[in-house]
């Protein structure tokens, strides 16, 4: 069997010929691009428990209430990676 062929380690067959052992490979997608970083017009959740946050081009009312708590949720801009 090559080498460069061989995808695991055998270690033992049983019977009905499974293979037992563990699995060993390894790719590589090489090298990834940079994100791009812009200035993004965010909606963000008013009170102080919440977290919650959402992009003004995923809402769908002109002052939305926040997702997660029902709170009202005021515009802010954050640098945010750039979805195409």
């Known amino acids: 069997m090559m080498p460069f062929l061989?995808?695991?380690?055998?270690k033992e067959y049983n019977k009905i010929r499974t293979m037992k052992g563990d699995a060993v490979m390894s790719f590589s997608r090489g090298p990834k691009e940079p994100v791009q970083e812009v200035e993004t017009t965010i909606w963000t959740c008013t009170s102080e428990e919440c977290n919650g946050w959402m992009r003004e081009s995923w809402s769908f009312?002109?002052?939305?209430?926040?997702?997660?708590?029902?709170?009202?949720?005021t515009q802010e801009v954050r640098v945010l990676p750039e979805i195409k």
């Open 61 to 73: 009312n002109d002052e939305p209430k926040c997702p997660l708590c029902k709170s009202s949720m």
């Open 6 to 10: 061989l995808l695991y380690q055998k």
